[in-house]
């Protein structure tokens, strides 16, 4: 997806991905690129 792309192209390591779902709720996904 845009979070590994932009990973690849700047470079990080780790980058967070968050998303709102209403009431309330939510969810946070960690992705780290293993070729740093």
Known sequence: ???ARILETKGGRYGCANACVGG???VA???ER???
């Open 34 to 36: 293993e070729n740093y």
């Open 1 to 3: 997806g845009t979070l």
């Open 24 to 26: 309330g709720q939510g």
């Open 29 to 31: 996904t960690i992705i």
